[in-house]
């Protein structure tokens, strides 16, 4: 590890040295502190995987829906995962029996489809930034398409995108806060049209026929949209942009890998070794023990779940990429009653973007180092320039 000018665990995590490669820091945590108070967010911060599990699992003592505790929440800010049972129960049916009721084949179709039509725009070009110029808008528009609404514009998305997730950590950096709330106003507006008049087809159309009588207040089911729109676009695109580092820059694996491993174990193993989520907070709700650790009523927990995913006491070799590992229960897609639902959809885009690469860029290649955002909560690549010939 390079010598740190910050002895504070969590902000020496945004220095550049540490901003390029996290998991060294995140490991000595684990194996020192596996929980430790955090004074600057008044939290409880835990690295073991188990530790992790128990909380995102436990809905009676661990709260998503801060109101709980006599936080007040924003009404833009509830939506379907800042709901706890029973609330979150109703809402979260509705959007499966939604996401079920999509012809997936169909989608999966009109992702390889994109994935194609941008892959070869950008072999005709010299070089390309990995994210904006490819991770972002390819993400944009299968989410687009899977939602059943034009694509908005590409700057204007990666502008509010960079707005969100960099107030995700706000508690850090609390000027990163005002500028959220604009942004957070902009997507509304966008998303408030399209249900005004919903598209024919797509997660829209089919929740515009079955929200009748389905018990759900309009603004909850328009902030789970707006979630949506933001989880498939910004975390897919950065999950991209990091699949892509960790084969161009780090190594890690390799498209021959890629070309002779099974699709779905391999997808599962690149979301737990690039996922860009790196942490979670709950609300303790009742006295209680975690890890060994007595956490008081009221009191905040965060669950760094990057250290998680790398726990060796639950996955065999967690630094290296094994396209083949199973059973492989990451974090990345969280777990329990919050998990995510855009599991089919993540699926989708990475086979679709591996596959295109592997079968006709095989020669795709880094031209320089990944330089990387300073947000700790959505880690993201900020530039990576590559070619694909």
Partial sequence: MPELTSRDPILALAEPPVRADPYPAYA??????????????????????????????????????????????PPRAINMLTLDPPEHTVVRRLFIEVLRAQDQAALTATIAGHTAELLDRLARRPSFDVLTELAEPLALSTTAAYLGVPAPDVAWTS???????????????????????????????????????????????????????????PSVLANTVRGLLFSGYSSGSKLLAQILVALLHERSFGLADWRAAEPGRAVEELVRYCSPIHAVARACLTDTTVGGTRVRAGQAVTLLLVAANRDPDRFAAPETVRLDRYPNPHLGLGRGPKSCLGNPYSTALVRAFLDRLADRYPGVRALDEPTWQQNLTLRSIDRFTTALA
């Fill in 28 to 73: 000595r945590m684990r194996e020192t502190t596996p929980v430790f108070f955090y004074e600057r967010l008044d939290s409880w911060m835990f690295t073991r995987y188990a530790d992790c599990v128990e909380v995102l699992r436990d809905t009676t003592r661990f709260a998503a829906d801060w109101r709980r505790v006599g936080e007040r929440v």
């Fill in 159 to 217: 502008r509010i995108g960079r707005a969100v997730g960099a107030a995700m950590d706000a508690g850090l950096w609390p000027d990163r806060a005002g500028p959220v709330r604009e942004a957070q106003e902009e997507l509304a507006v966008l998303v408030d049209g399209w249900l005004a008049d919903p598209p024919d087809t797509g997660i829209l159309g089919t929740l515009a026929r079955r929200t009748a009588g389905c018990g759900v207040d």
